[in-house]
């Protein structure tokens, strides 16, 4: 349970950060989080849990 609230806490953390960041006037940060986002809602669920399982694996 501790785990599934961690995960929602930094999840919904990084989430108003990449929206703050969109809001931005500095080009530099605005176009960070514009990627981010962009990378994130681009793919679907099922490729970037392979890439979670897969090539995260890998690196550990």
Aim: aromatic letters at 12%; glycine letters at 6%; charged letters at 10%.
């Amino acid at each position: 349970m501790r785990a599934i609230l961690a995960a929602t806490l930094v999840a919904v953390a990084a989430a108003g950060v990449a929206g703050l960041g969109k809001l931005s006037n500095n080009w530099q940060i605005r176009s960070v989080s514009v990627v981010y986002i962009e990378i994130f809602r681009g793919t679907s669920l099922l490729v970037q849990l392979y890439w979670i399982f897969f090539v995260l694996s890998l690196l550990v």
